[in-house]
T-cell receptor, first 112, second 119 residues
Framework: EAQVTQNPRYLITVTGKKLTVTCSQN?????MSWYRQDPGLGLRQIYY???????DKGDVPEGYKVSRKEKRNFPLILESPSPNQTSLYFC???????????FGQGTRLTVV | AQKVTQAQTEISVVEKEDVTLDCVYE???????LFWYKQPPSGELVFLIR??????QNEISGRYSWNFQKSTSSFNFTITASQVVDSAVYFC????????????????FGRGTQLTVWP
């Protein structure tokens, strides 16, 4: 089954404690992205990757890091989380231009 | 400026009513793609439709229909005979293939419309 898998689904952490949200897709997609969803703001892109070792900033990259060492994985790293990073995070992948992105189930992160 | 505007923040209807969700987009590209996604209370994002800028034909899928009008830069979504299970947040999104040479992983989302269908 084609899918994008994020882990964990829910996470509560404390300010400053490094964390990683994993994302994996099994569709051999070149393109992967991270979005955050906040009430009233819709989804905003954090980072995206066009292929292995190729990443670039989206609209709200501050406080986040990503890496793309393998085609299937695109982890999101918060080196020093802060409460304003409390949000719902989605990973997405797509195979080619214009095709609807496949989204993971979402990770609800709370930073206290 | 918002590339995608969903002016309706919340809509409430009673079951069996028809409802239209508005989406207005902004782009300078001649080639672009428009999408609708559904986010039910469980939180996942469900892909509903993709439309490219060269195809202005309206689309119907069961109770769902989409009206794409380039002249008004709109891509509206209508649910006919709404049901309680249609209650969700609906997002309209835009993809611009030529955006800074970036690939089409990128989607610009509207802020969403919360649809509540009452029994």
């Amino acid at each position: 089954e084609a899918q994008v898998t994020q882990n964990p689904r829910y996470l509560i952490t404390v300010t400053g404690k490094k964390l990683t949200v994993t994302c994996s897709q099994n569709m051999n997609h070149e393109y992967m992205s991270w979005y955050r969803q906040d009430p009233g703001l819709g989804l905003r892109q954090i980072y995206y990757s066009m292929n292995v070792e190729v990443t670039d900033k989206g609209d709200v990259p501050e406080g986040y890091k990503v890496s793309r060492k393998e085609k299937r994985n695109f982890p999101l790293i918060l080196e020093s989380p802060s409460p304003n990073q409390t949000s719902l995070y989605f990973c997405a992948s797509s195979s080619r231009r214009g095709f609807g992105a496949f989204f993971g189930q979402g990770t609800r992160l709370t930073v206290v | 400026a918002q590339k995608v505007t969903q002016a309706q923040t919340e809509i409430s209807v009673v079951e069996k009513e028809d409802v239209t969700l508005d989406c207005v987009y902004e782009t300078r590209d001649t080639t672009y793609y428009l999408f609708w996604y559904k986010q039910p209370p469980s939180g996942e994002l469900v892909f509903l439709i993709r439309r490219n800028s060269f195809d202005e034909q309206n689309e119907i899928s069961g109770r769902y229909s989409w009206n794409f009008q380039k002249s008004t830069s709109s891509f509206n979504f209508t649910i006919t005979a709404s049901q309680v299970v249609d209650s969700a947040v609906y997002f309209c999104a835009l993809s611009e293939p030529s955006d800074r040479g970036s690939t089409l992983g990128r989607l610009y989302f509207g802020r969403g419309t919360q649809l509540t269908v009452w029994p």
